[in-house]
């Protein structure tokens, strides 16, 4: 079986990027990352893509009359490059519909917090609000509504005394780092199939998961 040819979705500094792409460096990891996408041509992630040799392309949203244009640019910008399977990754536009079905079940996102407890922005001052003593990061299969979706994988992480929104959100940003190219390599693997609204994980994966409640 031959590697997923993955496409990376970015906005900004992109430290999930830089994770994948370390991860994709080992010649065992089942998915080869054919380029890093931005909407913005200011993102920092582009040269951290750039000086490993991944193609680095902006489409900027602001280029385009509409959003099914810009959308349009991004899939053709992905085809031409290879891409057979899109990871979000700090990409701060919201997808529609139509690009959600063009890339059905080829399409992950990363999301700061254990969905379906706090979808949407501003995620650990929501959290610390609660006065949650558990939190973390999602990957999941992106689905029209936004931070919906089956979920793939999940790391559980502490709150502790004096947490700030930037403290919490730096231990969980550890997590993901090591969350999403678990994800991604269980998904090349054939290890985690949606199977109707659900992800199901090979029962010899099943361990690898469970090891990251304790990444904090
Ligand atoms: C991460 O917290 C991710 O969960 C969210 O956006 C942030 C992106 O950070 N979707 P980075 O650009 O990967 O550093």
Redesign the pocket.
């Known amino acids: 079986m031959g590697k997923l040819q993955v496409g990376i979705l970015?906005?900004?500094?992109?430290?999930?990027?830089a994770a994948l792409v370390e991860a994709a460096r080992d010649p065992a990891f089942p998915a080869e990352i054919r380029c890093v996408l931005s909407n913005r041509p200011d993102a920092g992630?582009l040269d951290f893509a750039r000086e490993r040799g991944i193609p680095a392309v902006t489409v900027d949203h602001k280029a385009h009359a509409s959003k099914a244009e810009f959308e349009a640019a991004v899939t053709d910008a992905l085809i031409a490059r290879g891409v057979d399977f899109v990871c979000?990754?700090?990409f701060m536009r919201i997808v529609s519909p139509a690009f959600i079905e063009r890339w059905h079940d080829r399409l992950i996102?990363?999301?700061?917090s254990l969905l379906p407890a706090y979808r949407g922005l501003h995620t650990h001052e929501r959290a610390l609000a609660d006065g949650v003593k558990l939190t973390g990061?999602t990957v999941h299969f992106v689905r029209p509504e936004m931070d919906v979706g089956p979920i793939v994988a999940q790391a559980a992480v502490p709150v502790v005394a004096g947490d700030t929104p930037d403290s919490l959100?730096a231990r969980?940003?550890t997590a993901?780092h090591r969350l999403y190219p678990l994800a991604l390599r269980l998904i090349a693997e054939g290890k985690a199939k949606v199977v109707g609204e659900s992800v199901e994980i090979a029962s010899d994966a099943v361990d690898e998961t469970a090891r990251l409640f304790s990444a904090a």
Do not use: D, K, Q, T
Not at 10 to 17: E, K, L, Q, W
Not at 109 to 112: A, D, T
């Open positions: 970015i906005s900004g500094r992109g430290s999930n990027m992630g979000l990754a700090g996102n990363i999301h700061p990061c959100a969980v940003l993901e």
